[in-house]
Structure formats: C-alpha cells, structure tokens
C-alpha cells in the first residue's frame, strides 16, 4: 500500500460519491520504464487515493509511445513516419482529471513535458458541444519530482499552459519532492533502509491536499454539467467563418 495512516483514514472517512469520474495520469518522465521513475512513484500516492474513492485511474508512461513533438493533431501528416497521439488522445479527452508528472532537469520540467503540452495544445481547436474549449469541464494538476529546485517553477508553467488551454485548476493542485538541494536521493530511493519522501510530511500533506481537491473540483463540475456558456462560447466569434483545426491562430 502507497498510502500513509492520515491517507488512508481520510480515504475510510470519506463520504462523497467520486465514482463516474475518471483521472489519466501522464509521467513525462526519461525512463522508458513505465513502472520504475521516482515521478511515478509519488503520482502512485495520488492515483491510490482516487482509486480508494471509486475514480477510474490510468497511467500513460510518454515514452512507452512514440509522439513527435510539435502542434498538430497528427504529425504524420507533417513529415513523422509514427505518431500515437491520436489514440492518447482520446484517452485524455475520455479522463475528467489530468495529472501531469514530471522529473526535474537544471529547474525545469522535461523536454517530455513540453511535448505532451504542444500536443496538448494542437487539440485546442476542439470545441465541446457548448462551442467552449474541449478542455472545459476538466480539471488538471501536477506532481514534480527531483533533487534540485525548481518545483513551485515547474508547477507554475504547467498550470499556466493548461489552465489556457480550458482546464480548471483548483486550489493548491500541485505536490513534489526535491529533497535538500543539490546531489541526493530522488523520491523513493532507499536511504538508510527507508525510501525517501515516504514519510516527509510536507510531500505527503500536499499530495494528499492536491488530490482531494482535484477531486472535488472534478466532481463539482461534473454535477452542474461542466462551466455555463454565456460568455464564453467561441462560436459567438467565428459568425462567416469556422475554426480551423491547423491553423494555431483559431486555437486557445
């Protein structure tokens, strides 16, 4: 088990009904194990927690797939022999909460990351049946793992991108582990036969605070049928004209 004493006694505690929603968890780590990144171990924590809560829980590991860079919904129509967004695609549009994870490189998120956000990105020509961004309705977040600062700065860019592109971001909605600054052990590396992070309250107590606020931003929206659409439906803009999919200019 992932979870800690509080964890758990929240989880027993808890009265809301979260089943119906669903989260994709996306590690952007540089390991092509899918199992054995540090990232992966601290989104674990979370993706246990809303599992314990009735939440449909999948990972997607980037580099178990391959997905050229760029921001267009299928690069192999510009110049790419192989792209697997497509399919992943439909999987983050199927997921009512996004968990993005990322390692930490010289204090910043990984080159994964920024791919999977032009990705993200090339799909924001999509429109939900209110004529708002697909994106409206979603709520997002973020886990960052490293042994170097820079997590608050991670988070701030992520949150920045897809909080544009039409996700909600709740409350507090990022967690990480850094560790002391400098060369040390990565989250869930054995110290002293313990592995670390595991048992360092602030981690756990922000993990634990951005899940159940994903949580409950995600089921927030969910019951009163995503954001209204006064205001805010794009094709109020677009009288004579339709959005273009390719063209970044009709796009968030």
């Not at 299928?74 to 790419?80: K, L």
């Not at 004529?131 to 997002?140: C, E, I, L, N």
Request: charged share 20%; hydrophobic share 35%.
């Amino acid at each position: 088990m992932t979870l800690n004493e509080k964890q758990q006694a929240l989880c027993d505690a808890n009265t809301t009904d979260f089943s119906g929603l669903s989260a994709l968890f996306v590690n952007t780590s540089l390991k092509l194990d899918p199992h054995d990144s540090h990232t992966r171990r601290l989104m674990n924590v979370a993706a246990e927690i809303m599992a314990k809560n009735g939440i449909h829980v999948e990972h997607l590991h980037m580099l178990s797939h391959v997905v050229p860079p760029g921001v267009y919904p299928d690069m192999t129509e510009h110049g790419h022999d192989r792209d697997d967004w497509p399919e992943l695609w439909d999987k983050v549009k199927a997921a009512d909460i996004l968990v993005v994870g990322t390692p930490l490189w010289l204090g910043e998120e990984s080159s994964v990351a920024r791919v999977l956000i032009e990705r993200l990105y090339g799909m924001s020509g999509e429109l939900n049946d209110k004529g708002q961004s697909v994106y409206y309705g979603r709520v997002a977040g973020c886990v960052v793992t490293g042994n170097e600062d820079g997590v608050k700065h991670a988070a701030m860019t992520l949150h920045y991108a897809l909080g544009h592109l039409g996700y909600t971001i709740p409350p507090q909605a990022d967690c990480g582990w850094i560790g002391e600054a400098g060369p040390g052990p990565s989250y869930g590396d054995m110290v002293d036969g313990k592995p670390a992070g595991f048992d360092n309250e602030f981690t756990q107590r922000n993990t634990t605070i951005m899940t159940w606020n994903l949580m409950h931003m995600a089921k927030m929206l969910k019951d009163a049928g995503g954001l209204p659409n006064h205001g805010n439906d794009r094709r109020a803009w677009a009288a004579g004209c339709r959005f273009d999919h390719e063209n970044p200019e009709h796009r968030a």
